[in-house]
């Protein structure tokens, strides 16, 4: 997540903490709606992280400390962990991150050189790879027939095991977005899936408000300078344009353009992962190009494409653009 002039240890040290930072409300959020599986997730992949960057860092004779402290590696971790499902076997998310860390980043030649956005090549590895385990999301707790405390969410993390008498369903439910492509197969109308419980907005209910989070992050980022407008608005606009004129067609088929605003992960990358400029343009008009074909490419893999949300996707395809 940082620009091609940033080379000293001190400028991206700084970027690296602000984007951490800008992540916190949509990390607190998340808790507050899910439990406390997400911290499980943000844990191991920081430590796996580290402990992949320091290998690589050794192995290629860098020197360890002053890489490992620039807070690049953490903040890989950090977006890949709040990309997968809560409540992941332990051993995915550190497959993903050491390979986000280890092929995506390094062996591209480490910092400033990957083609690729490390984070998203991880999730899409997993995806690809273990589909089931990344379709089993924790149902956010107002929904919930079983609540899960720090424990007992360590305990089904590492060995699968849940409290005795306790079942997989009462904890996990589909996605906003995986339910409203499943229903759709189904042949109910979007007005009907639209009122089921899953995709009501009241606070504790909705990951909605956890991308609201990370719009309030993303707002701080360019505040700060940290990212420029370009990105992020081309992204969120040519998504809504997008998703408008197929909801104006066809309301029955198609959802509205704020759902896809406010679903998966489409705030969290326009702000946090798409503006990586490091995987992706540079100049400003190449910017607003770049953000046009992840929104473009995201809302054409949801609707179209076999896998509910199609963001990392979309932003490996524009990196290879």
């Not at 997400?38 to 004779?61: D, G, K």
């Not at 903040?75 to 992941?88: D, E, F, Q, R």
């Not at 999730?123 to 929904?143: E, G, I, K, R």
Request: glycine share 8%; with cysteine; hydrophobic share 55%.
């Amino acid at each position: 997540m940082t620009s091609s002039h940033a080379t000293t240890q001190t400028s991206v040290s700084s970027i690296m903490l602000k984007v951490s930072a800008a992540l916190l409300p949509g990390i607190f959020v998340y808790v507050y709606v899910f439990g406390f599986a997400i911290l499980i997730n943000l844990f191991l992949a920081s430590l796996t992280a580290l402990a992949a960057e320091a290998l690589m860092l050794r192995l290629r004779a860098y020197p360890i400390k002053p890489f490992l402290l620039d807070g690049s590696a953490l903040v890989t971790a950090l977006l890949l962990a709040l990309s997968l499902p809560p409540l992941a076997p332990w051993w995915l998310i550190v497959l993903g991150t050491a390979f986000a860390i280890i092929v995506a980043k390094h062996l591209y030649g480490g910092l400033g050189n990957n083609l690729f956005n490390p984070a998203m090549v991880g999730f899409a590895v997993l995806m690809v790879s273990f589909p089931a385990q990344m379709t089993h999301w924790p149902a956010p707790l107002s929904l919930a027939s079983a609540h899960l405390d720090l424990s007992d969410a360590l305990q089904y993390v590492w060995n699968g095991s849940l409290p005795a008498g306790l079942q997989v369903d009462a904890i996990n439910m589909a996605t906003p977005l995986d339910t409203l492509k499943t229903q759709l197969h189904q042949r109910l109308p979007v007005a009907e899936i639209m009122k089921m419980p899953v995709f009501n907005l009241r606070v504790g209910t909705s990951s909605a408000w956890v991308s609201l989070m990370y719009l309030l992050g993303g707002l701080y980022l360019l505040r700060v300078r940290v990212i420029t407008w370009h990105i992020p608005t081309a992204f969120l606009g040519s998504l809504f344009v997008v998703a408008s004129l197929f909801y104006f067609s066809d309301a029955t088929r198609y959802a509205a353009p704020w759902f896809h605003l406010l679903s998966g992960g489409t705030l969290l990358c326009a702000f946090f992962i798409a503006t990586d400029p490091v995987t992706g343009a540079t100049t400003p008009r190449g910017k607003l190009l770049f953000g046009c074909g992840i929104g473009i490419l995201t809302y054409v893999i949801r609707v179209l494409g076999g896998y509910p949300d199609g963001v990392a996707f979309a932003v490996l395809l524009m990196n290879a653009f």
